[in-house]
């Protein structure tokens, strides 16, 4: 089993910038890829970003594209997310998850491909 957990949400500007973190602890040995998503008040989960240990890959939900970016540091079992240029509609409860499976780039933004959860961090973004 692995746990995930994340850190670094908060309160900022329109254009600010922010980094959530992600530790994953646990056996990390069989993750291989891991991902951010996003939950709006009242909104459903989406993809935000993800990074695929094998290979270094990564991809982006359309909506982040050139503002954030994913990265990973493998042998401290960390995954960050760089956002910057941040807007109001960007304002979300931010998950990270992990997933033992190999997955294909085309499946790496798939919700259900993800098996373990954290609790999520508050990123709120007011003037």
């Known amino acids: 089993q692995v746990h995930v957990e994340e850190s670094g949400g908060g309160l900022v500007r329109p254009g600010g910038s922010l980094r959530l973190s992600c530790a994953a602890s646990?056996?990390?040995?069989?993750?291989?890829?891991m991902g951010w998503f996003r939950q709006a008040a009242g909104k459903e989960r989406e993809f935000v970003a993800a990074?695929?240990?094998?290979?270094?890959?990564?991809i982006y939900a359309d909506s982040v594209k050139g503002r954030f970016t994913v990265s990973a540091d493998k042998p401290k079992n960390m995954l960050y997310l760089q956002m910057s240029s941040l807007k109001p509609e960007d304002a979300a409860v931010y998950y990270c998850?992990?997933?033992?499976?190999?997955?294909?780039?085309?499946?790496?933004?798939?919700?259900?491909?993800?098996?373990?959860w954290g609790q999520g961090t508050q990123v709120t973004v007011s003037s």
């Open positions: 998850a992990s997933t033992s499976r190999r997955l294909i780039i085309s499946a790496m933004g798939m919700i259900a491909m993800y098996d373990n």
């Open positions: 646990g056996r990390t040995s069989t993750t291989y890829t």
């Open positions: 990074f695929r240990s094998s290979g270094g890959n990564t």
